[in-house]
Structure formats: structure tokens, C-alpha cells
């Protein structure tokens, strides 16, 4: 019989939208059980959404010390903890589940501060377990096909990358709405960070670019804005960047893009090639070559190859979406943690610490730029 | 703590694309658990495929019959079958566990023969028990959407309706090549019945638009052609129809359409308005309306209202696809099972007996006209 | 000096929309002097016409007869006539020129009725000068390159051909309107012949399919309606056809199409590839071949060859629309007329009076076999 | 009759790209008799070119000056000369034309230096005669439709701008290929000014959104690259932009963007909607507006008002393209010069010296913010 691997939250309760796009991809390839939970800081919703969710609640926690405490105490305690709190949360329950050597798979940006980051970093580099952060756009298929063509040198020497992640639901004042909690917490500094919109989407355009390219930001010159009058952080940023490998490119990121709904898009040329990719449809990309007519390729279609690790639930055509790219890290997790014959190659592809500093140090070079006239700022100086 | 439905399975073993995807359906939105099969007609392989899937090997039946028989008996029996067979395997299973007061989820088409429908129809009518079938295209949000807007009026009295599902994967004889179970059994008449692209995905077509109307066809005109040499089967057709209401229309139904994935396209022309969509870009729908601009339908965006019975897993502009739709049907199936307070509306979006029954007369229909010189044929004469 | 053809026109005075699109695509390529005219059957409206567009009021005449007449007998008459009448006011002009030894170029389709088109068939056999019809979508450079392509092969042994020319404009009762001349004559059966729709653009549509793909229509099923009470003419219709070499397919046609504005899109599927186009965007095509990512063919783009004839006024990416594609007839007919040196590959690409006898023939099938509930109806019977 | 402008050009001879889409722009409307020109700066390639074209012998000349010189005298002499030079040219015949008093039609951008553009500009203010510049997308339908919307308030207070124009034809040494003319001088500084993508493309993107917009740009941090080695002018650039009303964003520049073709594109945020455009599909836009569904607006549909100026040669979905919008521009420019009713508006709606003066601070403090580390370099400081 298969093994499944024992699953625990932290953060997550009622209301929470990104607690249960977790547990749906936990549940999509049936690789985990869902058993234990820290589900809320207040004590009492925490148990109230165990019930709703149909945990046994000896193992609904008031607080994630005890819950580490205890599972790693139990024989069938839980082997991997998501963590889905907002980003100030993130650095504390994964520092004490690492500890135990329970693997942790966390929301990204990795925390909300580089200390916290720092700090976290030491405990990952010292845990037996495995510390993953779902980047989750890395899980889409075509996303790893596009990232298997650079790799295999079909667009030639990279030039230029381009990147924009455009949201309109910060338009008007929504934190103070009172009733999206999404919107208040993402807009505290506090919470959040020392950036807005560039720490929530910025992160993840970022992290993709270097995931489908191999190559690593070096600096930025930065223009943040708050244009909602009273928020606290950036909801805009144009941001000009440069790369490892003398690439450059620049990034596009607003929360408050009016009538867009989660419009990110990425666009890679080099001398022979280019790709070309959009989350709103994400089962398709365009490939560019010199002097040939552009190609479409197609989540499992012609072009894909078994080592771009895009693995195909349903055949070409019945697009998958969102759930199933956030899945994907899901599994391959799962795939690594169990020692998968492929771990290795997965482990490429997964983001961890190293990743999750390196964009960490992208968001705060960001902010330092803007805050002084948009100077070119290295991220090596964060 | 949250009740979850006890589900069996007949069919789906080893290496079966459709079962997979109603065990990933049933698991999506977490009101299922997987308990017992009968995985295989051939014993060994539904025992080697039930190990597989971590289910407890007593509850691994070598036949339906034995399934249905135990699994009534036990305290803990499974609530739920689901039925992933080929098409003349559909009738025997789900007459049995409908005698035994099991609810069945069953793939579509219904039945091979019109035989085999009526007789099922009569254990439908007879049982206590739900039939479901798994016309998943009608769980997709926008569809939904599009189906209240039409019921709405927003269209005005309904003209023109148009279907087109279009593939390439038969494009030449598959179902030699020894490899391809699934193109083996589409393509035999024995096992498919009287047609073989419009059974296949001509049933969808015309249940889709069924669907978004709440129109009925009543007679068609049909070109079925078997491009391929020495298959069985048509691969292709040309069908024009007339609808209740006084609309008419056409279908492009084909799975020798070169390049094609699974390009399954409707569109509604009303005196006021008409609707679009396409399958491979499924979050969105183009709306008309007489005198003014196009309007852009987005899964949970702007238009989208309540009474479409078109639950939000996640946000706009991050796509569901074809899995969050076909677990659409599970989870609306379970919610009437449980006696969910939208019981009765959510009754009438699930396909059931009578639209099976609907849908078996179209194909044979067409398979009739086209028999004789294309004639227009009433489905009341099958 | 180049030498530019003497131009006369016969109607399109004030108001008519495709008098001014026919003399716009005579300028477009500077191959035409615009010189003589009969722009109206009212005198006074052709004279002010004429004066309005800079005509010499000595060459503006009263009736067809007397222009043809008196041009015919200046040294620097007229070589070419445009005829851009109504479809009953096509055959009497035409025959006059041509027996004149003048070229005509003549609006789609050729007559209203068999009988005219037999008698301007005679006429065109038996005259010296050329007859061309302004199939215009056979001009735009894309639409060639796709000949190319079935020609050269790429497609293999075509299996199915599918046109649809969707239109709204006609959705409620526009011929009463008092304000649109064009909705008068196009549904009046005196000045339009037998069929509505399907001779305004079901002609197109079959023209394109036959000139893309070599094949001729030999059999249609149809289903002809008028869905606008009181109208006199169809105004959308199903039909599925049979063509030359075994392939078949089906149209829709459609004037009541609500919300569409010239949606015109064919798709051509041969064993080896496919070929898609939309009007609407003209510059694009997409071709499938079996196993390959699908490909974006770009007027003047990679794939591109001389041989298609499809001359490239500006740059990729800049482009052409509507009128540059009916002067592309204008072009190729001048360069026919003045002895090009590809003038026989021109004279193939061109529509004369073989292709209009063959589009007057579908038409006519069409509503015949529409009156004869559908049945298969040779083009050989008309 | 109506009157036609009688029409001179500087440049355009043999082989020219652009010479041959002016006098094509000319002839489209009917406005313009092409007259005389001095075609080429090599006088024997001017006569061969004249000749050609069909031009009058006498009027073909060997250098401008002469031109201005002799035409001026004649009473039948031209009264508008289109100036289709290299950038260094375009200075000193529109200033010699302007000073005979004779309309000029100019070439984008203005001039190749400063220097020049001062000189020019004074010509223009001290002379009767109409400069213009053909910023030809602004002649697009569906772009006058955008800033009429946008000038109506549809889209609320602007916030946010963004345009791309990428084009991959500079990918390799294409000006050392021998057979590219257009290559050699747009790399070369001396024929083409002190940039090279952002003064040939750049001066597009930024005059189309400040035309859309009613706003200035005021403010630039940029980022210019040369990709090709040994390339002497830039062709690729990231710049941010600040613009009058607080409003920000940012361009993407380049001629190095592998497969693209001329894909430009602009977006324009407000508080309360925004406006999306393509120039590869130029007859449509997307129209957000908050808490309602995207439009699609299209050329001649339901949204365009009269106010806009958007004049529709061809009914909607009758694609209109470069050459039509092109054509918009000359249109324009001879109802103003023939005291058209509308003259003050199409005065608002053309570009002329005051907007080339702009854009050519635009350019030029582009090349200085990135000659010195991106700072922020404002356009009045230049």
C-alpha cells in the first residue's frame, strides 16, 4: 500500500483563502493526510475550524509550540507542517518544526523581515528537513517546459527578460473595508513587510524569472508608488533590473491595475529565441525562433520532454489550471521527502531557502532603491 | 465533524484515464472517501491496482456483482459507486447497485444500446438511489454562468445554437498501434455502440448545449464519415439540428481534425444576445448584446451571480480547468446525496436518467439519419 | 512612364458603400486612372455623383448603353469597367462592355439569376476582354500562402473543410428602416436572386474554400431559414457539403448572428496538416501538422514563399486589412491586363467566370435542396 | 469638383520603405495629387525614381532647394511636400518649404539633433504654412476612440501608463548585411540622432500615450542597451516615466525582442477603468471598468462617438490597418489645410512642431539618464 505522508497546518482557519488552496493540493495526488493543526491564533477558532475540517481535535493546537512539541513526540506524528500565516508568521513556526526535523512547506515571500530571514535560514541550514516554499507558479507545466528549453540552449545567450504581474483589487481602499482580511493584513508593514505589492506579486514574478531562466538578479533601480491615498505600502512598482550573464529586463507589478484579475505574464528572448507565457492561460506558451514561424506549445503537447518534470495529470486540450500548478509542488515535495528516484532533479526544481533569501533580498533592494531617487541598488548590498 | 460519502468504483484500474480522474474529482473538494472497487474486469489486475491505491484488499472485489451484494450488507458499505467502464459495461453495474439503493455516478454515454438505456432507466426509476452522469463540461463555473444568464433572458427568444468539438488524436488508426486501450474500445462497436466520435464527444456537445438553453433537440440531419480506412466507427460529423423553441443549428463534431486537442466550442444567438466559449480557455465566456460592446464573462468576475450555482474555489484570474470542473459534478452529487439545502436546484443542473435518455436517442438518431442519405430523423423515432 | 489602366465605373454613387470600396482599391496601387462612370440609375444622382468625385461630366452618363458606347469609340476610352450594381444589374452591364472588348471587373456574386449568369457566361467565352469577380478575401496575402501550402502538399490528402461567415447586421427588420439601402436590395429576391445570406456571403465562403484548397463543391444538404418575420429572404443557414476528391464539411451562414460583426473563419484539415483563418484578424493563420507544435504563419513572416503571390506592401507585423486585400484583385487583374510576366499564375489565382458559374451553381443547390427538406443536391442539377 | 491638394516629396525614392507608404497614404483618401518630388539625394537615382513613378520630368529635382525654389514660383507648384528622409535630413528642406510657405508633412521624429529641432520649430512659428508629423498611430480609429474616452473622464483620474513596442529585426548585425539601408542609417548617430530603438520606436510609444492620454511626460530613468556588439546606437530600452498629474510608468523599448514583428502596445490605468491596445490587431481595445465586465471596443462598433474623429472608410469588422491609419494622418492634414469644418479639432488631433519638440526631449533625455546611471533626468533640463 502506498504511503502517504502525514500532513499538519499552521495558520489556515476559517475564512482563510490560501489555507485551503493548500490542503486541496495536499489532497489532489494523495500523497498526504491531513491530521494536525495549529489553525488560527485564537484559540478558540483554531478548534472551531478543526471541527469544520474533521481533524481530530486532541491534535487541533492553541499555539504551534505545543503542536511541535507534541506531534514530534508521537509515533504517528505529522513528517511535514504547511505554514500559511501572513509573512510576519512565517519565521516562527518553521524555525521550531525544522528544529524537530519536521519538514515545513511555507507560504512565500519566506518572512516578513531579513532578520527573520536570516534566522531562519541558519535553522533550515541546520534542520535534517526539508524547508520548501511554494512559488507556486513553478508548478505549472508549461512553466517547466519553458524552463527545460532554455536550459537546453533552444533561445541561445539570454538578453533580456521581462516580467509583469498586474492586480486590480487593491484599486480603492479595501483594508479598510472590514471585511477582507487579505486586503489589511497585505497592507501592514507590520504583517507584511517592507513592501506591498512588490513582496506579495513582485516575489513571485521574480522567483519565476529566475526559475525559467537559471539565472540570478544582481540589481535593481526601482520606482514604488502608493497611489491609494493613507495605504501603507507600495501598491505599484515599475522596476528596472539586471541579471547575472549581462541580462537585463524590467518588471511591472500593481495591485491596483484596474479590471486586471491575476494578469502576470513573462517574456524571455535571446539571440535565437524567445518564450512567451501567461498565468491567465496557463496551458499555453509561444516560441520564438529566429527566422522560423513562432510555435504554440501546449501543456503535454508535441514539444514536451520527460526531463522538463512537468508531469501530465489529463491529456492536452483539458487545461488544468492554478490548483494543479500549486499541487505540483505538493508533490514533488512529497516525491523528495519519500526519496523519489528522481529527487535530485526535483530538488532543482523546488524552492527553499536559498531561493526564498535570494527574492527576500530582491523585495528589499527594491524598496532601498525607491527610497533613494531609484538608484541602481545590488542586491548583495541587502 | 463534517460527514464525508462513502465511494466505490467499478472500473478504473491500472492505466484507465477516466477512472484517475473521478478519484482525483472525488477527492477535490474533500466529501468523498475512497473505499472499495472493483477495479478491473481481469481479478489480478483489479486486485494489483486496488494495492496500488492503498485500498484495504477485502474490499477489492473480483466482479460487480459480488461488490454490490457485500458491500450492501456492511454497516460501513459504500454510499456512492462510480462507474468508469467502457460504454457496454455501463447498464449491468449500475443496475446492481441501484436495486441495491447504492447511488451511481456513471460516465457518459449511458449505455451502448438503446436496450441497455431503457432497462436502466427503469432500475433509475425504480431506486431510491441517485444516477448521476458525468457530463463534467456542465460543471464549469462560466458554463454555469451562461446557463442562468440564457434562463434570465438576457438573450431574448433563442434563435441559433452551435457546437463544435473537434480532436486529432484518431487521426490514423490508433487503435492498432496496441498501445492505446482507451482508442481500442472507442473505436468498437461492440464496446462503444451504434457511433463513435458523435457517442464519444457528440453526446457532450449536445448535452452542453441542452444544458445552457434548457432547450431539447428534436431532429437532425447527420454526415457521418469514417475517414480512417478499416475503422469501425465514424470519426466524423456533420449534423445539423432543430432544437424545441424553433432553433436551429449545427455541430462539428470530429476526432480526425489534425492538431486539434480538445477544442470543444458553443455558441447561443438569441433575438437580444449570444454567448461564446471555448473549452481550452474555459474561465471566460464572450457576451453580446444588440447595440452595445462585447462584454468579457471571467469565472467569479463581475457578472457572475449566485443563483449559478458556480461555487469560487479561488479568485479570478486564477484558472480552474478540466479537473475542477468534472469534480463539480461530485461535489453538486454529494450535496444532494446529503441533502444540502440547494438540493433542489442543484438537481436540476446534474445530467441524470432522463438526459441520458435524451442524449442516447440524438446519437442514435444521427447514426439513423445518416443511414439514410442524411434525412432529417426525430429523435421521438428512436 | 508606368502605364495606369482608364478606368469607368458602373453605380456606386452617393451613398454606396462598395462603389467607393472598388475605386478606393483601384488607387490603393496606383494602377488605375479613375475616368468615365454611369454611377447611378437616376441621371441627376449620377451626374452629382460624378461631380462630387471629380469626374469630366462629359464622360458621366445617364445609362450603362450609352457609356459603353461612346467609350468605346474614344481613343482614350475606358479599358476597364468596375460593375458594382445590385446582383440583377450585373449581367446587362457586363455583356455590354465585354462585347466592347472592354475589361470588366464585376461585384459578387455574377448574376441574380442562372439564366443571366448563362447568357453573361456566353459572353464572356466569346469576348476578347477579361471578366473578373471581386472575391476579395482571395486577396489578402495570407489566405494565398495557405494555397500555397495545400498545393505544395503540407496538408497532405485534405479529409474536411469547414467555413462559417457569421453576421448580425440584419438581426431585426433593417430593410424597413428606411435608412439602409443595402438591407433592401440584399432581401429583395428581385434585385438579390433566389437566396439571402447565402448569396451575399455563403458565396464568399465557398469561393475561399475552393480557391484555398483546389477542390471543387459537387453536393450540398441545407437548411436555409428566415428567422425575421416578414423578410422575403434566408438569413442563416446550415449546409453540409461534399467536395471533389472525397472531402467533406459543412457552413454556416448566418445575418442574424447577433453581436457578430464579419466573422468570417474557414478551416481546412488534411491527414498530414491543418490550416485556420479569421477574417477578422486577416494577417495570421495557424497551421497544424501531425506530432509538431502548431506554427503562426504572419503575412510577410518566416514561411512565406514568392510562389504564393501574395505581395507584401509593408513590413510583418504592420497590417493589412479589408481594402488592402481587395486591391490586391484590382492589382493582379492591371497586371493581367498589362501582360505581367506571371500573368497565367495570376489568371489562376483570380476569380472569373468559371468560379462565379460554380459559386451561382452552389447557390442555387443550396435553396434547392433546402426547399426539398434538405436532401443532398448535386451543383450538376442546376 | 473637388479640390486635391497638388503634393511634392523630399526622399522616397527606389527602394525607400517609407516613401512609398506616404504617397500610398496620400492617394488613399483621394485628397493629393503627387506632383513633383526630389526623390533621391544621388540626382540620378532622383530622375529614375521620378520617372517610375510617373512623374512630370521637370518637377523631378536634383537637390530641395531647387525645389522649394521653382515650385514656389509655379502657380500650379505644389503646397504640401512630404519630407521622407533619414532623421538628418529633415531639418533643412521642411525649414526650406516652410519659409516658402508651402505645408510639410514630416517624417518622426522631428530631427536628428536638438539643434535642429530648435532651428525647425522657429521656422514653423515664423511661417503661415502647417507642419506635421506622421506619428502614425495616432491616425488608428480605435486609438482616437481611446482618448476620446479617455478626455471624457470614462476612465477617472489617470494613474498609470504603460507601453511596449518590441521588434526583433536588429536581433543580428543587420546594417552590415549590405542589403538593409534602413539598418545602416537608423544605427548610424549621425543619420539618425543620439538614439537608435528609443529615437525610432521610443518616439512612437511616447507620443501614442501622451496622444491617448491628453498628459506630458515630464521625467525619465533609462536604461539603454546595446545587445549587438559593435552596434553604435541602442537597441534595446527599459524606461520608467513620470508624466504631468502624477501619473507614473514605464516603457519597454527594443529591435533585439527575438520574433517580434511590430508588436506595440499600450495600456492606459485610471482610477475608474483602463484601456488596453494592440497595434498588430489595431481594430479593437479592452475597456475596464471597475466592478463591471471587460468590453471589447471596436473600430466603427457600438462604443465610437462622432467626437472622436475616428472616420470609418469601412464597416465594422472590416479590418482597417497600418496603411489605413496612415492614411488618417494625410486625410487630416489636407481638411485642415482646406479649411475643413472641423479644422481646430484635427489641429488638436495631429502632431506638429510643438509635439515633436517633446518627443524629441523625450529621446534625448533618455540617452542622458542612462548615460548617467538611470537617475531621474528631467525633459526640461534638456
Redesign the interface.
Known amino acids: 500500500?502506498?504511503k502517504?505522508l502525514r500532513l499538519g497546518m499552521v495558520g489556515g482557519g476559517q475564512g482563510a483563502?490560501i489555507g485551503?488552496?493548500h490542503?486541496?493540493s495536499a489532497?489532489?495526488?494523495?500523497k498526504y493526510e491531513f491530521l494536525a493543526g495549529c489553525l488560527s491564533s485564537t484559540p478558540e477558532k483554531a478548534e472551531l475550524s478543526a471541527?469544520?475540517?474533521?481533524l481530530d481535535l486532541t491534535r487541533s493546537y492553541p499555539d504551534y509550540k505545543t503542536m511541535a512539541e507534541q506531534e514530534s513526540q508521537r509515533d504517528d506524528g505529522v513528517e511535514v507542517v504547511s505554514i500559511v500565516t501572513p509573512n510576519h508568521m512565517h519565521a516562527g513556526p518553521a524555525i521550531e518544526f525544522l528544529n524537530k526535523g519536521i519538514h515545513v512547506i511555507c507560504d512565500k515571500p519566506m518572512t516578513a523581515t531579513m532578520d527573520d530571514a536570516n534566522e531562519l535560514m541558519r535553522a533550515i541550514k541546520s534542520s535534517k528537513a526539508h524547508f520548501f516554499l511554494t512559488h507556486n507558479y513553478s508548478g505549472y507545466p508549461v512553466i517547466r517546459e519553458m524552463r527545460s528549453l532554455v536550459k537546453n540552449g533552444e533561445?541561445g545567450n539570454l538578453?533580456?527578460v521581462?516580467g509583469a504581474y498586474l492586480?486590480?483589487?487593491l484599486?480603492?481602499k479595501e483594508e479598510d473595508s472590514g471585511s477582507n482580511k487579505q486586503a489589511e493584513w497585505r497592507t501592514d508593514p507590520k504583517r507584511s513587510g517592507a513592501a506591498g505589492a512588490v513582496g506579495d506579486i513582485g516575489s513571485h514574478t521574480m522567483h519565476l524569472l529566475e526559475f525559467v531562466t537559471g539565472l540570478k538578479c544582481k540589481s535593481v533601480?526601482a520606482?514604488l508608488?502608493t497611489?491609494v491615498e493613507g495605504r501603507k505600502l507600495d501598491d505599484?512598482a515599475?522596476i528596472?533590473i539586471r541579471m547575472t550573464e549581462n541580462v537585463?529586463?524590467?518588471l511591472?507589478i500593481?495591485q491596483?491595475?484596474?479590471?486586471?484579475?491575476?494578469?502576470f505574464t513573462i517574456?524571455i528572448?535571446?539571440?535565437?529565441?524567445?518564450l512567451h507565457w501567461a498565468?491567465?492561460?496557463?496551458?499555453y506558451a509561444?516560441?520564438?525562433?529566429?527566422?522560423?514561424?513562432?510555435?504554440?506549445?501546449?501543456r503535454g503537447?508535441?514539444?514536451q520532454n520527460e526531463n522538463s518534470y512537468a508531469p501530465i495529470?489529463?491529456?492536452?486540450?483539458?487545461?488544468?489550471?492554478?490548483?494543479?500548478g500549486f499541487a505540483q509542488i505538493y508533490s514533488d515535495a512529497a516525491d523528495i521527502i519519500l526519496n523519489h528516484k528522481n529527487k535530485n532533479e526535483l530538488l532543482e526544481l523546488l524552492p527553499g531557502g536559498d531561493s526564498g533569501m535570494q527574492i527576500m533580498k530582491f523585495i528589499n533592494a527594491s524598496v532601498k532603491s525607491s527610497n533613494n531617487?531609484?538608484?541602481?541598488t545590488d542586491l548583495s548590498s541587502i
Chains 1, 2, 3, 4 share one sequence.
Open positions: 500500500m502506498k502517504k483563502f485551503a488552496v490542503r486541496l489532497r489532489m495526488d494523495d471541527k469544520e475540517l474533521g533561445l538578453r533580456i521581462k492586480q486590480g483589487w484599486g480603492s533601480a520606482d508608488t497611489f505599484d515599475s528596472m537585463k529586463g524590467n511591472s500593481s491596483i491595475a484596474t479590471g486586471q484579475e491575476n494578469n517574456s528572448y535571446g539571440e535565437k529565441g524567445a498565468q491567465e492561460n496557463p496551458n509561444r516560441f520564438s525562433r529566429v527566422g522560423k514561424a513562432d510555435q504554440i506549445i501546449t503537447g508535441a514539444i495529470r489529463i491529456p492536452p486540450g483539458h487545461p488544468e489550471g492554478y490548483l494543479e531617487n531609484s538608484i541602481w
